[in-house]
């Protein structure tokens, strides 16, 4: 079973830096792609950023600029780096992990973290 643990939400205000952890319980090169989501309420949840195997990274327009994913693969660490902060920001964001293995894709999440952005 693989566990995905986040840390590192809070309260801020708009504009200032929140940095997001995510500690994977196996090597983060058995996944195809790790990133995190967000959801907000009474919103659908949203693929904020994502880095593949190879260590290319993408994010959604909302975030580009702001937000940098990276990872730590001696310590099986994710990040997500969240500068210049906004109030549509605030959301509870999630990390997630995808696998392909015979055919079939899995996919995994951790609990999440809440983000409160303050304006």
């Known amino acids: 079973q693989v566990q995905l643990v986040e840390s590192g939400g809070g309260v801020v205000q708009a504009g200032g830096s929140l940095r997001l952890s995510c500690a994977v319980s196996?090597?983060?090169?058995?996944?195809?792609?790790m990133g995190w989501c967000r959801q907000a309420p009474g919103k659908e949840r949203e693929l904020v950023a994502a880095i593949t195997w190879a260590g290319s990274p993408n994010y959604a327009d909302s975030v580009k600029g702001r937000f940098t994913v990276s990872r730590d693969v001696s310590k099986n660490m994710v990040y997500l780096q969240m500068n210049s902060l906004k109030p549509e920001d605030t959301a509870v964001y999630s990390c997630?992990?995808?696998?392909?293995?015979?055919?079939?894709?899995?996919?995994?999440w951790g609990q999440g973290t809440q983000v409160t952005v303050s304006s």
């Open positions: 997630y992990a995808e696998e392909w293995s015979n055919g079939q894709k899995y996919d995994y």
């Open positions: 196996r090597s983060i090169f058995s996944f195809n792609t």
